[in-house]
């Protein structure tokens, strides 16, 4: 076997013993060559390679020293970046993951001699936030892509749009409230004085706007009518009254049966409505974007319910199973004619049968024990 050989057993131990970071000392920026030893720097400074990387240094050195403070500036900014963001974070924790990479460019081959002046250099040119604490330097970094720039933008331009789409939203149901308002002028009752032509004629009077009217009436003429006149109004109030007040007691009976299935019915619908709605072995679709096309606008089956919100769910097609919250689902409507279950408002956790489904008003008919109702919510059962 030979003694350059890759597989040699001294090859190996070689590259056993230079894994991991060495001594700083006994690296060579120029060369990019780490030494394991004070022996091994020593013959490697006395090699011919080296002494003609020092002939090139010696040439112009402000170029070499240039070109690694720049490879070591775009370095720690991109590692910066990408793991922390523009969060606040120390400095030498940056630091410290940088060179944990084992060619990374050294900090004495640059133009800054510690760490702090190179923190200080990133703040003074703008390319991050510094601040002096009690345990340290701290940084955040200033995003200035111009991609990162244009998302915030848009991001600010629709949450004005929003706030203009909303006053809009107000100010139409304001100006609604008031056309209504102006609309629906109170009726006041005009009084006349009752005239008569002929001594003779009989006086008589119109109940059907209700007694009270007439009885103000009869007050408000007494002074044009006399006593006898006046007897014979008291008399007709008397005899018209009992029978205008069953009238109205029939239609009030009549009426109460009704209101009071409705009334009945909206305070079902107003104290049975929840913020959630999921249940279990119930057909849904998923709408996230954030799992891949994969799992977009595909179908899946309810089979556990966790905390009201969250949902493991089951894959139709492919049968993999997703824990999701219930804002990353829409409930799936079949056709007409199909079993579904009722997910909210007042007949919530009922079964039923679909008769209809209305697209123009976003609401469907669905037929539970022979009474049709309309509820917020419909799924396969």
């Given at each position: 076997?030979?003694?350059?050989?890759?597989?040699?057993?001294?090859?190996?131990a070689?590259r056993?013993?230079?894994k991991?970071?060495?001594?700083?000392?006994?690296?060579?920026?120029?060369?990019?060559?780490?030494?394991?030893?004070?022996?091994?720097?020593?013959?490697?400074?006395?090699?011919?390679?080296?002494?003609?990387?020092?002939?090139?240094?010696s040439?112009?050195?402000?170029?070499?020293?240039?070109?690694?403070?720049?490879?070591?500036?775009?370095?720690?900014?991109?590692?910066?970046?990408?793991?922390?963001?523009?969060?606040?974070?120390?400095?030498?924790?940056?630091?410290?993951?940088?060179?944990?990479?084992?060619?990374?460019i050294?900090?004495?081959?640059?133009?800054?001699?510690?760490?702090?002046?190179?923190?200080?250099?990133?703040?003074?040119?703008?390319?991050?936030?510094?601040?002096?604490?009690?345990?340290?330097?701290?940084?955040?970094?200033?995003?200035?892509?111009?991609?990162?720039?244009?998302?915030?933008?848009?991001?600010?331009?629709?949450?004005?749009?929003?706030?203009?789409?909303?006053?809009?939203?107000?100010?139409?149901?304001?100006?609604?409230?008031?056309?209504?308002?102006?609309?629906?002028?109170?009726?006041?009752?005009?009084?006349?004085?009752?005239?008569?032509?002929?001594?003779?004629?009989?006086?008589?009077?119109?109940?059907?706007?209700?007694?009270?009217?007439?009885?103000?009436?009869?007050?408000?003429?007494?002074?044009?009518?006399g006593?006898?006149?006046l007897?014979m109004?008291?008399?007709?109030?008397?005899?018209?009254?009992?029978?205008?007040?069953?009238?109205?007691?029939?239609?009030?009976?009549?009426?109460?049966?009704?209101?009071?299935?409705?009334?009945?019915?909206?305070?079902k619908?107003r104290?049975?409505?929840?913020?959630?709605?999921?249940?279990?072995?119930?057909?849904?679709?998923?709408?996230?974007?954030?799992?891949?096309?994969?799992?977009?606008?595909?179908?899946?089956?309810?089979?556990?319910?966790?905390?009201?919100?969250?949902?493991?769910?089951?894959?139709?097609?492919?049968?993999?199973?997703?824990?999701?919250?219930?804002?990353?689902?829409?409930?799936?409507?079949?056709?007409?004619?199909?079993?579904?279950?009722?997910?909210?408002?007042?007949?919530?956790?009922?079964?039923?049968?679909?008769?209809?489904?209305?697209?123009?008003?976003?609401?469907?008919?669905?037929?539970?024990?022979?009474?049709?109702?309309?509820?917020?919510?419909?799924?396969?059962?």
């Open positions: 076997m030979g003694k350059s050989d890759f597989l040699s057993p001294k090859a190996i070689n056993i013993k230079s991991g970071l060495q001594k700083l000392r006994w690296y060579c920026q120029m060369c990019q060559k780490q030494c394991r030893d004070e022996n091994g720097f020593k013959c490697h400074c006395m090699s011919e390679s080296h002494q003609r990387q020092l002939l090139l240094a040439e112009n050195p402000q170029q070499f020293m240039d070109y690694f403070s720049e490879e070591f500036r775009n370095d720690f900014l991109e590692l910066l970046r990408r793991r922390f963001g523009t969060k606040r974070v120390h400095n030498n924790i940056v630091y410290n993951e940088y060179i944990s990479h084992r060619e990374h050294h900090m004495n081959a640059t133009q800054w001699e510690t760490l702090t002046d190179f923190t200080k250099w990133l703040g003074r040119e703008g390319l991050c936030k510094v601040d002096e604490t009690p345990k340290g330097w701290y940084i955040q970094y200033i995003d200035r892509d111009p991609e990162t720039i244009r998302r915030q933008q848009e991001q600010e331009r629709k949450k004005k749009q929003d706030l203009d789409d909303e006053e809009k939203t107000a100010k139409f149901i304001e100006q609604q409230v008031r056309r209504g308002l102006e609309g629906k002028e109170l009726e006041q009752p005009v009084y006349t004085e009752l005239n008569r032509e002929n001594e003779e004629e009989k006086v008589a009077f119109n109940l059907n706007k209700g007694a009270s009217t007439s009885i103000a009436a009869s007050s408000k003429t007494s002074s044009v009518l006593p006898s006149a007897k109004v008291e008399g007709a109030v008397k005899r018209k009254e009992p029978a205008h007040s069953s009238g109205q007691s029939k239609e009030k009976k009549k009426k109460s049966a009704l209101d009071e299935i409705m009334e009945l019915e909206e305070e619908k104290t049975s409505r929840r913020d959630y709605w999921l249940q279990p072995e119930i057909v849904v679709k998923i709408v996230t974007k954030k799992l891949g096309e994969k799992y977009h606008k595909k179908k899946a089956v309810v089979k556990e319910v966790i905390d009201k919100y969250t949902a493991v769910v089951k894959m139709i097609d492919s049968g993999d199973k997703l824990k999701l919250d219930q804002t990353h689902l829409e409930t799936v409507i079949p056709a007409p004619g199909k079993k579904v279950m009722v997910l909210n408002g007042g007949y919530r956790g009922n079964e039923g049968i679909l008769e209809s489904i209305n697209e123009k008003r976003f609401s469907a008919t669905i037929i539970i024990d022979s009474v049709s109702i309309k509820p917020c919510k419909i799924s396969f059962a």
